[in-house]
């Protein structure tokens, strides 16, 4: 990372042109292909008047020479541009790398802080989560044996009850019984009184 940023601040000003610059470097190819085009106008001249001379081989040669001149110092001039613009593109990718770089690493900062503040947020609700069943678990204990005991006692009333009620109908079938008896025995005496006979002895009421 330390050696992308070195070389991007090395190519600052390759890496600066803006698009008027682009345009220019583009009008400088072009002006660089017609200087080249006019030299080889001016050799196929020269060469074209040097048949017209005695010494054609030397003035032959010296248009050669004339125009190698030229065009090695438009190509020196072309790799020199290409050189910029090379640089230029390899800065311009190195800068958008590094962007893309910070960018990831923004992207995954924000969203390892997100992951933790979700994580804590979720934590939080596991644990408010657990105090609430822990009391909804411990509150129905108390709660639930007193209804245990009231239950208990509610039966235990509920026999008192039936079991004083089964008595209160003994006692009732017992004196209906004695009643009915003592009834049976007053009649019997009227009859036998009625009659002039004797009364018999009482039968025993039954217990």
């Known amino acids: 990372m330390n050696k992308l940023l070195v070389l991007i601040l090395f190519l600052g000003p390759a890496a600066g042109l803006t698009a008027q610059q682009d345009d220019a470097v583009a009008a400088q190819k072009a002006r660089i292909a017609a200087q080249r085009a006019e030299a080889e106008a001016a050799f196929a001249a020269d060469e074209k008047a040097c048949y017209r001379k005695f010494a054609v081989n030397d003035c032959v040669d010296a248009a050669r020479v004339k125009r190698r ?6 190509r020196r001039r072309e790799i020199a541009l290409n050189d910029a613009e090379r640089n230029r593109k390899t800065a311009e990718r190195l800068r958008e790398l590094e962007e893309r770089q910070s960018e990831s690493q923004r992207g995954q900062a924000q969203k390892q802080t997100i992951g933790q503040a979700e994580q804590r947020e979720r934590d939080t609700r596991a644990s408010a989560k657990a105090a609430d069943r822990a009391a909804r678990e411990a509150a129905p204990k108390g709660a639930r044996a007193q209804e245990i005991r009231a239950e208990h006692e509610k039966s235990k009333q509920a026999a008192r009850e039936q079991n ?7 006692r009732q079938q017992r004196e209906e019984k004695a009643a009915r008896a003592q009834e049976r025995k007053a009649k019997l005496e009227k009859r036998q009184a009625e009659r002039g006979k004797p009364v018999a002895p009482a039968l025993p009421v039954p217990p």
């Open 69 to 74: 001149d030229a065009v090695a110092e438009l």
């Open 164 to 170: 004083a009620a089964a008595a209160q109908r003994s």
